[in-house]
């Protein structure tokens, strides 16, 4: 793959706050068009790589493209194929949801009132409640609707739908995939952290594992699904080059079988729910 057919391309970024690791040599290169479900324990660092990705926050050391362009440098025509939510939504507390629409509408060429107020609805948004009275999850539904009406190419999403109710949720991950208005509209890539792994499991198309800072796993999901076993820990292991992850206590072993064929069909598949406790055990 060349370098353009990245929509993301973060190399060997660390971060360090207070003398802490959060980001440890983190090189993580997105296709374009991939949906990448972001995983990991809470501090695991997947908020600071969103930061650091779209360049809210300098790494230490490292660098990031998006788009092709550098994260500390974006220019006005990248930022406006970029959307990004926060984990906290960054909200006009004495403004309404329609005022939200207005202004950040203006903001963005590509804006398209039309699907915002009619997502709005559809997630049972009220258009006249101001933000300081709104829920939590109507606040974070505000902020997902605000960063997808202007159909961006690239989508950063940091934990959207934590306080959304199921029926909410299901809107909200029909709207992230609706297909764009747009005829020259490009594939969209998303990144998206969340802890509800189930819902993630049923749209994503990569997955990477963040633990302690580490870019502990990054691959297509079906290829993670169909190559990775879990396995009995016991006397007749595979080769230890093959091994993902091993747990002493439960004395299970995830192996990767493109590094044992021979083990392609031991043991069995696992759920996204499964594999995230097999690594971070
Ligand atoms: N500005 C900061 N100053 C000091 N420490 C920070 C700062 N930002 C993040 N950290 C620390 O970095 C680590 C990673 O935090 P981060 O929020 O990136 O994790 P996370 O994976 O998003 O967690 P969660 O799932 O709980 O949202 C944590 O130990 C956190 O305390």
Redesign the pocket.
């Known amino acids: 793959m060349s370098t353009t057919d990245y929509a993301i391309e973060a190399l060997r970024l660390t971060q360090r706050?207070?003398f802490?690791t959060?980001l440890d040599d983190v090189t993580l290169r997105v296709p374009a068009g991939a949906v990448v479900g972001l995983v990991?324990r809470?501090?695991?660092?997947?908020?600071?790589l969103l930061r650091c990705l779209v360049g809210l926050e300098e790494p230490e050391s490292g660098s990031a493209l998006l788009l092709g362009c550098a994260a500390l440098a974006l220019d006005d025509a990248v930022r406006r194929r970029l959307g990004y939510v926060a984990?906290t939504p960054d909200l006009f507390d004495w403004m309404n949801v329609l005022q939200h629409i207005r202004l950040i509408g203006r903001a963005y060429p590509r804006w398209n009132e039309d699907r915002a107020l009619a997502l709005a609805v559809r997630l049972d948004l009220p258009l006249h409640g101001r933000v300081a009275e709104l829920s939590g999850g109507d606040q974070q539904k505000l902020a997902v609707l605000l960063a997808l009406a202007h159909e961006p190419d690239l989508l950063l999403l940091d934990?959207p739908v934590a306080s959304l109710d199921p029926l909410a949720r299901r809107e909200f991950m029909r709207a992230l995939f609706a297909a764009p208005s747009r005829d020259d509209a490009e594939p969209r890539t998303v990144v998206i952290?969340s802890?509800i792994l189930s819902d993630l499991e049923r749209v994503v198309s990569h997955v990477a594992f963040?633990r302690d800072g580490r870019l502990q796993l990054f691959d297509a999901w079906d290829a993670l699904l169909e190559h990775l076993r879990l396995l009995p820990d016991d006397a007749a292991a595979p080769p230890q080059a093959a091994f993902v992850s091993r747990n002493t206590a439960t004395r299970q072993l995830v192996i990767d079988s493109r590094r044992a064929p021979a083990w392609a069909g031991a043991g069995r598949a696992m759920t996204l729910d499964e594999l995230f406790a097999e690594l971070n055990a």
């Open positions: 706050h207070n802490h959060v990991g809470n501090g695991a660092g997947k908020s600071s984990q934990e952290s802890h963040l």
